[in-house]
């Protein structure tokens, strides 16, 4: 099965500018995940969608980041304008509901897009 | 809140040698457990979750972890190491409000040496 796919895979941008990222999760996956990982750190979870819905955003700095998944799907990650301590690895992650109820216990991780802010 | 805490940035260990990655954990109610690998440039891969049942969990590539209530803890285990099990290792805990969110440690980087 086609795992999670992220883009780009690299980005490297000025202070002040900004950046997107995209996901596409495993097909049928309704859970989706949005965590920043910086170098040391694990990661941290940013954004949680349920279908189209958000689950959890209280980590997400929105007066510079913001998230949306319009038709369930994919979704994008921007942020604008970026800062320097933005730089790190953006990993997407997906989940799916199990036909008897309740969700997999299992996230399947696409490769991140590593982000540095010059 | 949730949370888990791995202890130890780097383990070394020789290869053929068993190996420990240590992990604890806190939560309100019953724990759901997780460990995660992370090899160069990739993302994170599952290994083994603690959900109910068995305190000894066994999982991909020959890792087990053991549950330990007591202790409070989620100790990563495996019999014999591989240079090939040299990578990032993530403790885990899913939040037990029900909105299936993940907390993870900050990692544990094990390096397998020939």
Known sequence: EAGVAQSPRYKIIEKRQSVAFWCNPISGHATLYWYQQILG??????IQFQNNGV?????????????ERLKGVDSTLKIQPA???DSAVYLCASS???????ELEKLFFGSGTQLSVL | AQSVAQPEDQVNV??????TVKCTYSVS???YLFWYVQYPNRGLQFLLKYITGDNLVKGSYGFEAEFNK?????HLKKPSALVSDSALYFCAVRDTSGTYKYIFGTGTRLKVLA
């Open chain 1, 41 to 46: 750190q694990g990661p941290k979870l940013l």
């Open chain 1, 55 to 67: 689950v959890d955003d209280s980590q997400l700095p929105k007066d510079r980041f913001s998230a």
């Open chain 1, 83 to 85: 800062k320097l301590e």
């Open chain 1, 96 to 102: 799916f509901i199990l036909p008897e109820g309740g």
């Open chain 2, 14 to 19: 020789a290869e053929g040698n068993p190996l």
């Open chain 2, 29 to 31: 109610g019953n724990p």
């Open chain 2, 70 to 74: 007591s202790q409070t803890s989620f």
